[in-house]
C-alpha cells in the first residue's frame, strides 16, 4: 500500500474518530445546554419566585395577624404590609404569570396558576379591608370591628394562607425534584461529555501510536537503506542497488535511484570515453599548432601567455619555460605597447580577428632585443569556458624585403613610363617641326615653280606632300594619345550633356551621313570630362565611318547600371569586325582596311583603351562582319583618385 | 476600468448606507429637571438635583458603548407655578430634553399640555396624589402618596387625643391635598377641625394663632414651607403650647430659622432610610457625601428623586436594543415605565401603575428635636 494511502486512511480514521467525537460532544453538550437552560428559565426562577411567595405569604399572614391580635401596628410595620399589598403580591403574581406563559401547558405551575392567583387576590382583598378596618386605636376598642377583623384573620386569611402555602409547597416540592432531576441530568451529561472525551481521547492516541508506528517503520528503513546507498554514490560506487520491496512510494523510489545510479554509471562511462576523445582532440591541436609555421601564442584576458608552440621559441628566442605564464607584452617594443588595446577589442566584440602589422608596421621583440617586423592574427577562441585569444604569428622580414625591392622596381618604371612618355611628347612636338617646315617648302615649289614643273615632278611632289601630311596627322595623334589623363582633373560628367557636345561638334559629318544616333537617359559619373568626351567622340566616329554603304548608319547608346560600375554600350549597324581582328582593334596604329576605303590614323580606339585604363575601366567588342558592331566599356563608380594628375 | 468604477461606487453607497443604518442608533438623552433653586422650598429642588446628577454621573460612567449618554440640565422653578413653563421650553429649546422632571405639583399641572405636543415624558419625584395621577399619560409620579402620608398624620393627632385642630395650608395644590387628606381623616373621626388657606408671601399668622387660641384649639397643623416658620414662632409668643404638626417640608432650613426654635418637638411625616431600603439608601448617601461633600438636609426629596431618574435611566439604556427605529422615543419611554412591577431602590421596592402614579414609598412620622434632626415617633 502507498504511504499516502496509508497516511490518508490514518488521518481519515482520526478524523472520523474526532467527528465522532464532536458529533456527541455537540448532542451532549446541546442536551446540556438544554437541561441548563431549563435549570435556569424554569426550575430556579420557579422555585425563586415559590420562595418569595411563600415567605411573602408568612410576612403578610404575620402582619395582619399582628395588627388584629396586638391593637395597633407599628407604623414601620403597617408601612411594610401596605407595601406587600401594593407592591409584592402584584409583582408575584406577575412574575408568576410570565413565568407560566414560558411553561409547559401540563405544567405544574400552569395548572396551579389560576389558584394561586385567586388566593392571592384573596389576600389582597382581605389585607386591604383590615387596614380598612383598623385605622386607629378606637378601632381596635370597636368590638364589631374587632370581631369582623378577626374573622377575617383567623377565618379567611388563615384559611387561604394555608391552601396558598400548601400549593406552593406542593410546587416547590415538584420543582425541588425538577430541579434535582435537570440537575442530576446536567451532571450527566457533563459526565457523558468527559467520558466521551477521554474514551475517544484514548483510542485516538492509542490509533495514533499505532499508525505512527507502523508509518514511521515503513519509512525509516527504505529511507536508511537510501540513505545508505546515496552515501555509496557520493564516494563513487556508481555500482550501487538497492532493493526495496512493495509498491509504495519509497519503493518506487528506490526503483528511481537504481534508474539513476545506472543512468550516472552510463554517463560517467560517457564522460571517460568523451575526455579520453577530448584528450585526444587536445593532443592532435596540439600538434598542430606545434606543427603551425606560424608562431602561435595563446593567451589570457590578462594577455598572460599561456601556450606557445616551436614556431614561437624559434622567432623570439624564448623557450616555453621563459613565456608561458608571463605577459605576452614582453614579446613587443614597449613603443607598440598602446596596440595591445587590440586584445581587449578582440575579447570585447568575441568572433572579430583583428590583425596586426598587415596595412602598417608591426614588430615583435626577441629574447636579444632585436625587432622583427610580424604580422599577428588575434583570434577570440573559448576554452574551458574562459576567453582566451590566439594569436597568429607570422615571421614578414622576407615579405618585407621583397615589397621594398618590388617599390624599387615600380618607382623605377613609373620614372621610365615618364621618361617615355616625356620623349614622346617631346619627340611629337619637335618632329612637327621639320614636318612643317618640309610641307611648306613644297607648298612654296608647287606656288612658285607649279607650271616649270614636269607632271612627274608634280606627282611626286604631291606624294611627298601626302605623306608629309599624313605623318604629321601621325605625330599629332601620338601627341594626343602621350598627353591623355595628362594634367586631367576627376569631376562629375553628365553624360547626356556630353553626347549632346559631341554630336554638336559632328554635325556635318551626322547630316553628311544621315546618321541616326539614339540614347537613353544616361548617367551622371565621375571621371575625366575631355578624355570621356574624346571616347564617346572616337566611337560615335568610327560608328559612322565603318557604316555600310547601303545603310544609314544607326547608333544607339545605352547603359546598365552594376553594383560597382557602369556599363555603357555602344551599338551600330556597320561593317561589323571580324572575329579574328576584335582583339587587335585597340593597338596603337592599327588598321584594318586601305587608307583609299577609310581615312585615318589607326589610334582612334588605342586612345579608347587608353581613357578606360586611365579610369580603372575595361573596353570590348562584341561584332559580326555585316551586322553591326557593339562597343561595351566600364567606368567604376568609384574611381581610384590616386591616378588623378 | 468601468466596471470597476461602478463597483467603488456601490461599495461607497452600500458603506453610507450601512452607516447611515448606524446613525439610528441613540447617542444621547437630554434630560431636564426643573425645582426650586431659590426663594422657596429649596430642599425640594437643590438637593434632588444633586441626587439626580449623581444617578446620572453614574451611570455615564458605567455604560457600555451601545448604551446611550445621558445629560441632566437643570432649572430653577422658584416653587413658582407660572415659572414651570418658560422653564420647560428654555429646556426644550437649549437641550432639545425628551424627559423633564419636575418637583412642583402645578408645575407639573402646567406643563402638561406642552409635554403631550412635544412628546416628553414628565416626571414628578416629590409627589404623587390622585390629581397628578389624572393628568396625561406622559406623566408619571415616583414618590411617596401624599394622601396616604398626611393621613397617617390626621391618624397620629387621633391617637394623642387631640380634638380640635387648626390646619394652616399653603395655597398650592400639594399643600391643599396634604391638609384635605389631613381634614379628612380627622371628619371621618369626629375630630373638630379647622381648614384655612394662607396667602403666598404670608408671614403674619397672629389674627389666626390667637383666633384658635381663643378657641381652644389644642393641635396645630403647618402644612407650608419657610413662612410657617413665622406661625410657629409667633404661636408659642401667644404663649401657645399645643403640639405643632407639620409636612415633609420641615426641614427646610429657613424653615427652621424662621421658626426660632419653635419648631422643634413638631410631629411630621417624613422619611429616612430605615423606611425604605436601609442598605442601598446607606450607600447613596455616602455616595452623595463623597460628590458633593455634605449630606442633604432634608432626606427624602434626594433619595426620590434618585429613585424617579435611576428607574428612568434603566429603561433608557435599554434603547439601542428595545426601541423600534420608527417608534418616537416618549412612546418607547411612556410603555416601558408603565411595565416598571418591581424596582428595588433606595426608598423601597417600587412599582408604577396603569394611571402613571408609584407605589411602594412609605412615610412615617417623625419629630424634630431640639439640634434640628429628626427622631422617628414609636407608637
Known amino acids: ?645 | 476600468m468601468l466596471g470597476y468604477f461602478r463597483l467603488t461606487i456601490l461599495l461607497l453607497s452600500l458603506i453610507t448606507l450601512l452607516g447611515s443604518c448606524s446613525n439610528n442608533e441613540v447617542k444621547e438623552i437630554n434630560i431636564g429637571f426643573i425645582g426650586p433653586l431659590t426663594t422657596r422650598a429649596i430642599d425640594l429642588g437643590i438637593a434632588p438635583s444633586k441626587a439626580m446628577l449623581l444617578a446620572v454621573e453614574e451611570y455615564n460612567i458605567t455604560k457600555t458603548a451601545s448604551q446611550p449618554t445621558i445629560n441632566l440640565f437643570i432649572e430653577d422653578d422658584r416653587w413658582e407655578q407660572n415659572a414651570a413653563l418658560p422653564a420647560y421650553n428654555k429646556l426644550r429649546k437649549e437641550h432639545n430634553i425628551d424627559v423633564v422632571f419636575i418637583s412642583n405639583t402645578d408645575g407639573t399641572i402646567e406643563i402638561q399640555e406642552k409635554i403631550m405636543e412635544d412628546g416628553v415624558i414628565a416626571v414628578n419625584p416629590i409627589n404623587n396624589d390622585k390629581l397628578l395621577a389624572s393628568l396625561n399619560k406622559n406623566t408619571f409620579q415616583i414618590a411617596k402618596s401624599t394622601e396616604e402620608a398626611h393621613r397617617s398624620l390626621g391618624i397620629r393627632i387621633i391617637e394623642l387625643g387631640l380634638k380640635k385642630v387648626l390646619i394652616l395650608h399653603f395655597p398650592n395644590d400639594f399643600m391643599t391635598i396634604a391638609a384635605n387628606s389631613v381634614e379628612k381623616i380627622l371628619t371621618e373621626r369626629a375630630v373638630e377641625s379647622k381648614l384655612i388657606r394662607v396667602e403666598k408671601d404670608q408671614t403674619d399668622f397672629t389674627e389666626i394663632l390667637k383666633n384658635a387660641q381663643k378657641e381652644n384649639t389644642d393641635a396645630y397643623v403647618f402644612l407650608g414651607y419657610k413662612d410657617f416658620g413665622f406661625a410657629m414662632k409667633q404661636a408659642r409668643d401667644f404663649g401657645i403650647e399645643a403640639p405643632f404638626f407639620g409636612s415633609t417640608t420641615l426641614l427646610d432650613p429657613n424653615f427652621l430659622i424662621n421658626s426660632e426654635g419653635a419648631i422643634v418637638g413638631t410631629e411630621c411625616t417624613f422619611f429616612t432610610p430605615i423606611d425604605g431600603n436601609y442598605i442601598l439608601g446607606y450607600e447613596f448617601l455616602k455616595s452623595y457625601k463623597k460628590r458633593y461633600g455634605e449630606e442633604p438636609f432634608s432626606i427624602w426629596p434626594p433619595m426620590q428623586a434618585y429613585d424617579a431618574i435611576n428607574i428612568v435611566i434603566n429603561e433608557l439604556k435599554m434603547v439601542n436594543e428595545d426601541k423600534k427605529t420608527d417608534e418616537h422615543l416618549g412612546d418607547w419611554l411612556r410603555n416601558r415605565l408603565f411595565n416598571v412591577r418591581y424596582y428595588q431602590g433606595v426608598c423601597g421596592n417600587i412599582s408604577i401603575k396603569e394611571d402613571g402614579s408609584s407605589r411602594g414609598i412609605y412615610f412615617s412620622l417623625y419629630k424634630v428635636e431640639s439640634n434640628g434632626d429628626l427622631q422617628k415617633i414609636k407608637r
Open chain 1, 1 to 645: 500500500m502507498r504511504i499516502r494511502t496509508k497516511l490518508i486512511l490514518s488521518f481519515g480514521v482520526i478524523i472520523c474518530i474526532l467527528f465522532l467525537e464532536i458529533v456527541l460532544n455537540q448532542i451532549i453538550s446541546d442536551n446540556a445546554t438544554k437541561t441548563y437552560q431549563k435549570l435556569k428559565s424554569q426550575a430556579l426562577p420557579a422555585l425563586r419566585i415559590l420562595d418569595k411567595y411563600e415567605s411573602i405569604n408568612n410576612e403578610l399572614f404575620l402582619l395582619t395577624s399582628n395588627k388584629v391580635y396586638n391593637n395597633n401596628l407599628p407604623l414601620n410595620s403597617q408601612n411594610r404590609l401596605n407595601g406587600i399589598l401594593e407592591v409584592e403580591l402584584p409583582y408575584l403574581k406577575t412574575e408568576l404569570f410570565i413565568l407560566s406563559e414560558n411553561l409547559a401547558a401540563n405544567d405544574q405551575i400552569v395548572l396551579k396558576y389560576p389558584e394561586i392567583i385567586e388566593f392571592t387576590n384573596n389576600l389582597i382583598l382581605l389585607g386591604n379591608r383590615i387596614n380598612t378596618l383598623l385605622i386607629t386605636k378606637d378601632d381596635y376598642l370597636d368590638s364589631n370591628k374587632m370581631q369582623v377583623a378577626l374573622g377575617i384573620v383567623e377565618e379567611d386569611i388563615s384559611k387561604i394562607h394555608s391552601q396558598l402555602n400548601t400549593s406552593l409547597l406542593l410546587l416547590k416540592i415538584n420543582y425541588g425534584n425538577l430541579l434535582e432531576d435537570y440537575q442530576n441530568e446536567f451532571t450527566q451529561n457533563l459526565k457523558s461529555l468527559s467520558n466521551i472525551i477521554l474514551i475517544t481521547g484514548i483510542i485516538g492516541i492509542l490509533f495514533g501510536i499505532v499508525v505512527a508506528y507502523l508509518v514511521i517503520r515503513s519509512i525509516s528503513k527504505p529511507i536508511g537503506d537510501l540513505n545508505s546507498a546515496a552515501l555509496r554514490v557520493s564516494r563513487g560506487d556508481y555500482a550501487t542497488d538497492i532493493n526495496l520491496k512493495g509498491r509504495d512510494e519509497l519503493a518506487t523510489l528506490g526503483n528511481s535511484f537504481n534508474i539513476m545510479t545506472s543512468s550516472l554509471r552510463s554517463n560517467f562511462e560517457l564522460i571517460k570515453s568523451n575526455n579520453k576523445e577530448i584528450k585526444q582532440q587536445e593532443e592532435r591541436i596540439r600538434k598542430v599548432i606545434e606543427a603551425s609555421p606560424a608562431a602561435i601564442i595563446l593567451m589570457d584576458p590578462k594577455k598572460n601567455i599561456s601556450l606557445i608552440n616551436l614556431q614561437t621559441e624559434n622567432l623570439f628566442g624564448y623557450s616555453r619555460r621563459e613565456l608561458v605564464g608571463k605577459s605576452a607584452e614582453k614579446l613587443i617594443p614597449s613603443k607598440l605597447i598602446q596596440n595591445g588595446s587590440l586584445v581587449n577589442n578582440v575579447f570585447a566584440s568575441r568572433n572579430k580577428i583583428d590583425i596586426l602589422g598587415k596595412d602598417q608596421n608591426f614588430y615583435g621583440l626577441t629574447k636579444s632585443g632585436k625587432k622583427v617586423p610580424i604580422e599577428v592574427r588575434l583570434n577570440y577562441i573559448e576554452i574551458h569556458n574562459q576567453d582566451m585569444i590566439l594569436a597568429s604569428i607570422i615571421d614578414i622580414t622576407e615579405r618585407k624585403e621583397k615589397e621594398v625591392e618590388i617599390k624599387m622596381y615600380v618607382d623605377q618604371l613609373k620614372s621610365k613610363n615618364k621618361e617615355l612618355e616625356q620623349f614622346s611628347y617631346i619627340t611629337s612636338h619637335d618632329l612637327q617641326e621639320p614636318l612643317r617646315t618640309v610641307l611648306s617648302f613644297i607648298d612654296v615649289i608647287q606656288d612658285d615653280y607649279g607650271d616649270k614643273l614636269d607632271p612627274d615632278m608634280s606627282m611626286y611632289l604631291k606624294y611627298i606632300s601626302d605623306a608629309s601630311t599624313r605623318m604629321s596627322n601621325l605625330i599629332k595623334s601620338l601627341l594626343d594619345y602621350s598627353r591623355i589623363g595628362y594634367k586631367g582633373v576627376v569631376e562629375t560628367v553628365d553624360c547626356n550633356e556630353l553626347i549632346e557636345s559631341v554630336e554638336a561638334d559632328l554635325k556635318y559629318k551626322i547630316e553628311s551621313s544621315k546618321a541616326e544616333i539614339s540614347y537613353d537617359t544616361l548617367p551622371i559619373v565621375d571621371g575625366y570630362h575631355l578624355e570621356l568626351r574624346l571616347l564617346f567622340q572616337n566611337l560615335i566616329t568610327n560608328a559612322i565611318k565603318f557604316h555600310k554603304k547601303t545603310e544609314v548608319p544607326k547608333i544607339n547608346i545605352s547603359f546598365e547600371d552594376k553594383i560597382t560600375h557602369w556599363q555603357f554600350n555602344v551599338a551600330d549597324n556597320g561593317i561589323g569586325i571580324p572575329k579574328e581582328f576584335q582583339s587587335k582593334i585597340f593597338v596603337i596604329f592599327q588598321r584594318l582596311h586601305n587608307r583609299e576605303d577609310y581615312d585615318g590614323t589607326g589610334i582612334g580606339l588605342s586612345h579608347c583603351y587608353k581613357i578606360l585604363e586611365l579610369h580603372g575601366g575595361k573596353i570590348w567588342v562584341n561584332s559580326e562582319v555585316g551586322i553591326g558592331s557593339t562597343f561595351h566599356f566600364t567606368i567604376p563608380k568609384n574611381i581610384n583618385f590616386k591616378n588623378n594628375g
